[in-house]
């Protein structure tokens, strides 16, 4: 009985200690909190006023850069952190000159070189933004390490580097899936077409190329490609999937595709 | 003498016992915890990078029947299926089932929504109580919304004439009175199409404590703790619940639990696997576990996910009465539930199920109750007969309670890390008071009612019992 009473007490003080112990990460958590909060709340106007005088005042990036209001606070990481998130967002609300002044504030002020940085760490999540801040400001520089990425583990760092790849190469970055032999799920695919949709692609080279792959999901990817970019210039291949080895559910899908390009010339097509 | 040393083995093989089960089971709950932990990190991190409202714009977007079954609603029923109605989602439609309320329910629904009776054809893939009529919305706004009227049956029954009555792939059964985040199908839908490659049966969602928080036009506006503290225990215990237990189980594959009130099911499986159970009460835990037998039984590849997401917020019993009812129909719900797939214990066959799930519900969430109960009448028996080891029992107890409030703790620490939806300090203080609380005011008359609910089932008492809502911001009102 001794001995049961020894090992519960020490579980008791094992339980208070482990209950004081999440109580503090509680309150440090908490504190953090508002003190993030705070630091938000007093970086936000600075960046507002910085990146307004460059987009609307046309004051020269360098500077801004040079500024007294700027050199005051650059050094704090959680400015850096708040400012290279409103760059980011900013660059994805606008286009044209306002997004070239972006990137060359996001050039000159060093902050391309924190996304350089995320890239190459070892994290999958630092990597997951790094490559989503190199491909919204559009440096290309980045490619070759995200199309490593590709094939990593992590199903989101992945999916990250497609969409990426897509975002600065266009169409042209989908050849990145030809030597692609893993399945792309219904996710990847609604996501990488969403990206191609709204890349403001003058002319659209054909998919049917995706229909002779071996890869499955591939050829379903290629007739939603097809069915999404009305590629009527496709319909032969479409049909003759109708009638090949393919699988039952390619075979819905090229069905469905069918059935989603324009009507006129699927009956022509049926005609002849 | 000989009796003396007898009694005195008898005792030490007790506490040995008691002892080897506390640990056990508080060992058990760790272990999940830690899973659930490192799983909900993952998660987290995972879903910062997603933008779900690509799914609003595709048609690859998985097509959704909402069925809401609704039983003497009357009070609620018009906001509550606008709120329905107002979630971002294209391919969807709402299917409320009244289940033949003795309230104006059904009339609530015809004025406020402009219904008119409709020939509506279904096969009655599943057998059910009659459908007395079907009506849709004359005002185009309303076009997703399918009225149906029914005979009661009970919600199980009500759940089943929405699976016939409904025209997608998918189903979502949900109670009437529960408010949904205006994402929820687009983060419900999304396992789905992320494992096109298998066959996902079924998706499950948190459940959120409502109680207090400022819901307008059936809409979560604010976010409060709830002042009656009966409730405000109870966000303890579904954060517990939802956040440190089923994750893990889901990561486990061992997921046996969707919750009836928000789950998503795919209704080709859901048909197949024979549809709701209108003989239990636990009908959401008994579908679940019927779907996975089906495809572990017929080797179909499948999985079952879970979305830590808060997307559902539900009304909390705010009386010990009503609560009471609650757990002692859940109690009734496992053991039901537990009998029917008896089979399935440590059976090989059904992998992790077989193995872990089951064993673990029937020996630590359905027996629990019973073997602290029994713990309890054997001390004091051994108190009356002077043989009680005061500081062993002492100790015990310390120990029980200390354990209980660090678990709880963590709880609070990972809902502070994950989603943070109790920003005030104030709220913060009141959810760690009732963490503290919690085991003196909650846990003995949860013990009480799975007693309850024992002896309810052993007699032979079946159905849900009278339930009394208070309502979203109104006041006390009665519905049975």
């Known amino acids: 009985m001794k001995g049961l009473n020894n090992y519960i007490l020490a579980f008791i003080i094992l339980a208070l200690l482990s209950s004081l112990l999440f109580l503090t990460l509680l309150l440090i958590s908490r504190l953090n909190k508002i003190y993030e909060k705070r630091l938000i709340n007093r970086y936000v106007p600075i960046i507002d006023k910085l990146l307004f005088s460059i987009l609307f005042n046309d004051e020269p990036v360098h500077k801004v850069i040079e500024s007294n209001l700027y050199q005051s606070v650059y050094k704090h990481k959680s400015f850096k952190k708040t400012l290279l998130a409103s760059i980011v967002k900013l660059h994805e609300e606008y286009s044209g000159d306002y997004n070239e002044k972006l990137e060359d504030f996001y050039h000159q002020s060093g902050l391309i070189k924190i996304s350089f940085f995320k890239l190459k760490s070892k994290a999958w999540h630092e990597q997951c933004e790094g490559i989503r801040e190199l491909s919204q400001m559009n440096i290309k520089a980045g490619i070759s390490d995200i199309k490593k990425c590709i094939w990593h583990n992590n199903a989101t760092l992945k999916l990250e580097a497609l969409i990426a790849v897509i975002r600065l190469q266009g169409v042209e970055g989908l050849s990145v899936l030809h030597e692609y032999n893993e399945q792309i799920n219904d996710w990847i695919q609604l996501n990488l077409i969403f990206e191609l949709e709204n890349s403001n692609l003058e002319a659209v080279e054909s998919f049917s190329h995706f229909l002779k792959s071996k890869n499955e999901s591939l050829v379903i990817f290629g007739l939603r490609l097809i069915a999404k970019f009305n590629q009527i210039q496709s319909l032969d291949q479409i049909w003759e999937l109708q009638f090949s080895n393919a699988s039952d559910k390619v075979k819905t899908e090229a069905l469905r595709t069918l059935e989603r390009l324009p009507s006129m010339s699927i009956y022509n097509r049926a005609k002849s | 003498m000989l009796l003396n040393i007898f009694i005195e083995r008898a005792v030490s093989v007790y506490n040995a016992v008691i002892f080897f089960y506390v640990i056990l089971i508080s060992s058990s709950y760790l272990i999940l915890a830690i899973i659930s932990i490192i799983t909900l990190s993952r998660y987290l991190k995972e879903n910062s990078f997603i933008n779900y409202k690509i799914i609003l714009s595709s048609d690859m977007a998985p097509h959704l029947s909402l069925i809401a079954p609704a039983y003497n609603e009357g009070r609620n029923i018009k906001e509550n299926v606008h709120s329905l109605l107002s979630l971002s989602y294209t391919n969807y439609e709402v299917i409320v089932v009244n289940d033949g309320s003795k309230d104006n329910t059904m009339d609530v629904l015809i004025k406020a929504y402009d219904l008119e009776e409709v020939k509506y054809d279904f096969t009655e893939k599943i057998k059910t109580q009659q459908v007395k009529a079907i009506y849709k919305s004359n005002n185009p706004a309303f076009h997703k919304l399918v009225v149906v009227d029914k005979y009661n049956g009970g919600k199980a029954d009500a759940l089943n004439v929405g699976i016939n009555v409904s025209s997608k792939a998918y189903i979502i059964c949900i109670d009437a009175d529960c408010i949904l985040h205006k994402d929820a199908l687009l983060i419900l839908a999304k396992p789905f199409l992320e494992k096109s490659d298998e066959h996902v049966i079924a998706t499950g969602g948190v459940i959120r404590v409502a109680n207090s928080c400022v819901i307008k036009g059936g809409s979560l506006l604010k976010i409060n703790v709830p002042t009656n503290m009966?409730?405000?225990?109870?966000?303890?215990?579904?954060?517990?619940?939802?956040?440190?237990?089923?994750?893990?189980?889901?990561?486990?594959?061992?997921?046996?639990?969707?919750?009836?009130?928000?789950?998503?099911?795919?209704?080709?499986?859901?048909?197949?696997?024979?549809?709701?159970?209108?003989?239990?009460?636990?009908?959401?835990?008994?579908?679940?576990?019927?779907?996975?037998?089906?495809?572990?039984?017929?080797?179909?590849?499948?999985?079952?996910?879970?979305?830590?997401?808060?997307?559902?917020?539900?009304?909390?019993?705010?009386?010990?009465?009503?609560?009471?009812?609650?757990?002692?129909?859940?109690?009734?719900?496992?053991?039901?539930?537990?009998?029917?797939?008896?089979?399935?214990?440590?059976?090989?066959?059904?992998?992790?199920?077989?193995?872990?799930?089951?064993?673990?519900?029937?020996?630590?969430?359905?027996?629990?109750?019973?073997?602290?109960?029994?713990?309890?009448?054997?001390?004091?028996?051994?108190?009356?007969?002077?043989?009680?080891?005061?500081?062993?029992?002492?100790?015990?107890?310390?120990?029980?309670?200390?354990?209980?409030?660090?678990?709880?703790?963590?709880?609070?620490?990972?809902?502070?890390?994950?989603?943070?939806?109790?920003?005030?300090?104030?709220?913060?203080?009141?959810?760690?008071?009732?963490?503290?609380?919690?085991?003196?005011?909650?846990?003995?008359?949860?013990?009480?009612?799975?007693?309850?609910?024992?002896?309810?089932?052993?007699?032979?008492?079946?159905?849900?019992?009278?339930?009394?809502?208070?309502?979203?911001?109104?006041?006390?009102?009665?519905?049975?």
């Open chain 2, 230 to 480: 009966l409730a405000r225990v109870q966000v303890v215990e579904y954060l517990r619940a939802f956040l440190l237990g089923r994750m893990a189980w889901s990561k486990l594959d061992g997921l046996l639990i969707i919750s009836g009130a928000f789950g998503m099911f795919d209704k080709d499986i859901a048909i197949k696997a024979g549809g709701y159970d209108i003989k239990t009460v636990g009908e959401d835990m008994e579908l679940v576990i019927r779907m996975r037998r089906y495809m572990i039984e017929n080797n179909l590849k499948y999985s079952v996910s879970y979305i830590p997401n808060p997307l559902c917020w539900t009304e909390a019993p705010e009386t010990f009465s009503i609560l009471g009812k609650q757990r002692s129909r859940w109690t009734r719900g496992t053991m039901e539930t537990l009998w029917i797939h008896r089979r399935m214990f440590l059976n090989p066959k059904y992998k992790i199920l077989g193995l872990l799930s089951v064993p673990y519900w029937f020996i630590f969430e359905y027996l629990a109750p019973i073997i602290e109960f029994t713990g309890l009448l054997i001390t004091f028996v051994f108190a009356i007969l002077g043989i009680l080891g005061w500081s062993y029992f002492l100790m015990f107890v310390l120990f029980a309670y200390s354990f209980g409030i660090m678990f709880s703790i963590l709880t609070l620490l990972s809902e502070e890390y994950s989603y943070h939806q109790y920003p005030k300090v104030s709220d913060f203080s009141k959810l760690l008071l009732a963490a503290i609380v919690e085991p003196i005011y909650f846990h003995l008359f949860i013990v009480y009612a799975a007693l309850k609910g024992n002896w309810e089932k052993i007699v032979g008492r079946k159905g849900w019992g009278d339930m009394v809502r208070t309502g979203f911001n109104k006041g006390k009102q009665s519905t049975a």
